[in-house]
Nanobody, 118 residues
Framework: QVQLVESGGGLVQPGGSLRLSCAAS????????MGWYRQTPGKQRELVAA???????SYADSVKGRFTISRDNAKNTVYLQMNSLKPEDTAVYSC????????????WGQGTQVTVSS
């Protein structure tokens, strides 16, 4: 069993920044990849950013150049640095960890609300 705990969400003005954290209860070195997703009411959940075990990253086109995903293996934590935030970035952001190789499943955090508004 793996628990993922997100933090760092909140209310920010357009153009501002936030850093989300996702702390895992197991070593993230055991995961295949970790990612951040977001969802707004009435819309499908979308992948925002992902990072693999070897550090390769990928981003949704809508956040490229503004968001950065990173990992601290010693702290078992993945971060999402969000800059130049826009109102359309408002969503519940959830952390995802692919532990299928070792534990046979993918785990999700509870989500954290990000609201971009003036």
């Amino acid at each position: 069993q793996v628990q993922l705990v997100e933090s760092g969400g909140g209310l920010v003005q357009p153009g501002g920044s936030l850093r989300l954290s996702c702390a895992a209860s197991r070593s993230i070195l055991l995961s295949n990849a970790m990612g951040w997703y977001r969802q707004t009411p009435g819309k499908q959940r979308e992948l925002v950013a992902a990072i693999t075990g070897d550090g390769s990253t990928s981003y949704a086109d809508s956040v490229k150049g503004r968001f950065t995903i990173s990992r601290d293996n010693a702290k078992n934590t993945v971060y999402l640095q969000m800059n130049s935030l826009k109102p359309e970035d408002t969503a519940v952001y959830s952390c995802n960890a692919d532990y299928r190789t070792i534990y046979g499943r993918i785990y999700w955090g509870q989500g954290t609300q990000v609201t971009v508004s003036s």
